[in-house]
């Protein structure tokens, strides 16, 4: 028999190909053999994905420097980090649309004359939410390069620096958001706000380890510019969401108006 993925003669026994590494299948999928390779590739011996979420967390700058020098096997690669992080908000999103959605108090940010609007907003950037949270990938981006430029890393590298971030910022709120949603759903707007100071928090600690190469005193003034060039870019976003939902018609002016204002 030959390998499918490279056509290198193989020995029946073989369970991988000597050549490429591919694994070899020799019968039809089954749903065991598909959820075997799934916490193979995730949760393999080497526990690849718990060593890239727990080090991200104590020593990002390895992460993430290492995955830049070409080290490319001990911990999981942005892109499929990134993949479970959506997979995992996709399946917050839908507990929160289907159980909590009724629960939810629209009234805790801004009080009550743009509660409808809340809602409104809420239930349209569920439909492309996925594209919001890319959408923050560029600022972080952005703001790492023109506040820090950690060790001169180029616009592309800090793109990766930004994935590895939020994704796994994401992976660890998960269990967060779902406990606030079974639990008190009411207050879940707020829980998700202080979320979003937690991951500006979190993405100045990743940059502080990553920037090595400066003073204390350096380092907090280039925090600072950080964090402003951040929250410019988050507002620049709610706005431009703003006023596409404004265009669609999803939401109008009248919504943010307090009850009675136009009487």
């Known amino acids: 028999m030959n390998c499918k993925n490279c056509n290198f003669s193989l020995r029946t026994d073989y369970s991988f190909c000597p050549n490429c590494g591919a694994k070899v299948i020799h019968g039809r999928i089954t749903f065991k053999g598909l959820v075997h390779d799934f ?81 409104k907003m809420s239930a349209a950037n569920m439909e492309y939410s996925t594209f919001i949270f890319l959408g923050y990938i560029p600022i972080l981006a952005l703001s790492g390069l023109i506040a820090l430029n950690v060790k001169r890393l180029s616009y592309v590298e800090n793109i990766l620096a930004a994935i590895y971030i939020l994704a796994n910022y994401s992976i660890f709120m998960f269990p967060v958001s779902l406990v606030a949603l079974f639990a008190i759903p009411k207050y879940y707007l707020l829980i998700a706000t202080l979320g979003l100071l937690t991951m500006a928090t979190y993405s100045v600690y990743v940059y502080w380890r990553l920037n090595t190469e400066t003073g204390i005193g350096t380092r907090l003034v280039q925090a600072m510019a950080f964090l402003m060039l951040y929250v410019m870019g988050f507002f620049g976003l709610s706005i431009v969401t703003f006023i596409i939902n404004l265009l669609l018609g999803v939401i109008e002016i009248n919504d943010f108006l307090p009850p009675g204002a136009l009487d």
């Open 39 to 119: 916490v193979e590739r995730y949760f393999n011996v080497d526990n690849t994905f718990i060593r890239t979420i727990t080090h991200m967390l104590i020593k990002p700058e390895v992460v993430i420097l290492g995955y830049l020098n070409g080290i490319r096997r001990k911990y999981l690669n942005p892109a499929s980090l990134l993949a479970i992080a959506l997979t995992l908000s996709g399946l917050t999103l839908f507990v929160m649309k289907s159980y909590a959605w009724e629960m939810i108090d629209f009234e805790l940010i801004n009080g009550n004359g743009s509660a409808e609007a809340n809602r």
